[in-house]
């Protein structure tokens, strides 16, 4: 276990927050306890998020986006939102947004 010296306001608030919810991948579908959004497997390594209409990800940028939707009010949201090339402000809107035929 690697304990720091010094304890930053950055690490206590890791420390005292609650993990983040798990994101599963479950028959080419990635999928969350803690929410309803979604992402699909659609082939040649490429994934679709459900409040990214047209969007073809990696899977790395598909995991980021589910873990922006099971988690928007973490700190990680940020660095998250960067794998998907996008700020924080818009991950967070295109996920607030209602989804497109539902």
Not at 5 to 33: C, F, K, L, N, Y
Not at 81 to 92: D, F, I, K, N, P
Request: aromatic share 6%.
């Amino acid at each position: 276990m690697n304990i720091p010296q010094a304890w930053s306001r950055d690490i206590w608030r890791r420390a005292a927050a609650p993990t983040i919810p798990a994101v599963d991948v479950v028959d080419g579908h990635m999928v969350s306890e803690a929410t309803e959004h979604h992402a699909d497997f659609v082939g040649q390594d490429r994934w679709v998020v459900d409040y990214l209409p047209g969007r073809h990800l990696t899977h790395e940028q598909a995991r980021a986006a589910m873990q922006i939707a099971v988690a928007p009010e973490k700190p990680e949201v940020e660095r998250c939102s960067a794998v998907l090339g996008l700020t924080a402000a818009e991950a967070l809107g295109y996920m607030a947004m209602p989804l497109v035929g539902a």
